[in-house]
């Protein structure tokens, strides 16, 4: 699917918020995926929210290229680690994540599973599944210390529609070829 069909079929998405509560957040995890790729970034975007349900922090991949299209290469620039630095910066006091939750368009690797395990975000929810890379589907392959400090948190799929978890796809998969390379080459 080219990236401006996935344009107009995202921006003609309208959130069924009954049937799926997660939609309206979850679409905007797309509209960020998005933005990642038209930087150059793989196609992943988060989305971090407060207790109170208020948008806390937002944010995208940015292995390739900073948020400003500085191109700059940072490892560890994935979307989820992106959001994380910018929320642990800007609010040093916050000692609990109790009641946050964390969405993000795609499946969570290992790296971010863990930081997210570490950070203590209550729930982290994905839009679609990365069938590659994925981790939570696979947790049960953390090691024992990994899985004892994450019991007390959910990490699921989000209760989006299909239309959105195949827009997520399409979006990563823009790019994921050459960037992929990219990394191989490394």
Not at 36 to 54: H, Q, R, T, Y
Not at 63 to 84: I, K, N, T, W
Not at 157 to 168: F, I, T
Request: charged share 25%.
């Amino acid at each position: 699917m080219k990236l401006e069909e996935i344009k107009s079929r995202l921006a003609s998405y309208r959130p069924d918020l009954e049937r799926y509560p997660d939609d309206e957040v979850a679409r905007l995890t797309l509209l960020l995926a998005l933005e990642a790729v038209e930087k150059g970034n793989f196609g992943i975007g988060c989305v971090l929210v407060g207790p109170d349900g208020s948008l806390v922090e937002q944010g995208f991949n940015e292995v390739f290229c900073r948020a400003d299209g500085v191109p700059l290469f940072r490892s560890g620039a994935h979307g989820e680690m992106v959001v994380m630095d910018r929320f642990e910066v800007k609010h040093p006091g916050v000692t609990s994540m109790d009641g946050y939750r964390l969405y993000t368009s795609l499946e969570s690797c290992p790296m971010c599973m863990t930081r997210l395990i570490c950070s203590g975000v209550s729930v982290v929810l994905h839009v679609a599944d990365d069938l590659e890379g994925g981790m939570v589907r696979n947790k049960h392959l953390l090691p024992p210390v990994w899985q004892k400090m994450m019991k007390p948190q959910i990490f699921a799929a989000a209760r989006c529609s299909e239309e959105l978890r195949d827009l997520s796809r399409a979006i990563l998969m823009s790019n994921v070829a050459e960037l992929n390379e990219k990394l191989l080459t490394r």
